[in-house]
């Protein structure tokens, strides 16, 4: 991406069953019922945006400070760690991020896509998962090209931090959809992927976890997208 030097990786779209089955362990209600959806392609990027690229493009902003991350934990400073405690709001501001960059937040849907990787499985990686596959169960954020990346390319889409995704949380449709945006309105916005002090359950592909859309947290951030053509 010219502006920011965020690296994305273009998926062409395609059709997959969103959700986890009820003999998933560890599975919440929400995450059903299993539903196919189907997406055009886009773009979302390899990694959680760092420290540094939010920095750069957030410098000189009237309200928001462009390093906003608290670096909880005991690693040393890096700013390639993903940035965090930045809400979904502050990305949505006028002059905020989204709007610098012309970016957007992936849907709950292009994310599961891109984390699944073609898997049915509860994670990417099989149904299991450890802390040599991913930064889970830690005191801290690492660095976003630390662990390896899932088959498809993606770094950090179990653990690291929580990423946001641009829909309101609600309940799936009992039938196929394409290129689904949630509900229209409701209190929560989604956060996918789980975070750096998790274990298990909350790290699972169908994973869908909520925060109101102000909360700033240590643990959460996101990662960014781009419709590579008009959604029907």
């Avoid at 949505?92 to 960059?101: A, V, W, Y």
């Avoid at 954020?141 to 662990?147: E, R, S």
Wanted: glycine share 10%; charged share 20%.
């Amino acid at each position: 991406h010219d502006s920011s030097g965020i690296r994305f990786v273009r998926l062409p779209g395609g059709s997959f069953e969103m959700g986890s089955p009820e003999s998933e362990a560890g599975r919440f209600t929400d995450e059903g019922p299993v539903h196919t959806v189907s997406l055009s392609p886009f773009l979302i990027a390899k990694y959680e945006t760092t420290q540094a690229e939010y920095a750069a493009v957030m410098a000189g902003h009237a309200t928001l400070s462009a390093t906003p991350s608290q670096n909880v934990g005991s690693a040393p400073l890096s700013d390639q760690r993903p940035v965090e405690t930045v809400s979904w709001d502050d990305l949505n501001l006028t002059d905020g991020f989204l709007e610098r960059t012309g970016l957007v937040l992936p849907s709950e849907a292009q994310w599961e896509y891109a984390c699944r990787a073609g898997t049915v499985t509860a994670y990417s990686f099989g149904d299991s998962i450890t802390s040599s596959q991913a930064n889970i169960n830690a005191d801290k954020t690492t660095a976003v090209d630390t662990f390896l990346a899932n088959a498809w390319g993606f770094h950090d889409m179990h653990g690291n931090v929580y990423e946001w995704c641009s829909d309101w949380h609600g309940d799936y449709p009992s039938g196929s959809v394409s290129n689904p945006v949630g509900p229209s309105v409701a209190t929560y916005r989604v956060d996918r992927g789980g975070g750096w002090g998790n274990l298990g359950r909350h790290l699972r592909s169908a994973n869908r976890s909520r925060f109101t859309p102000d909360t700033r947290y240590i643990s959460l951030g996101f990662r960014l997208s781009l419709q590579t053509e008009k959604t029907e």
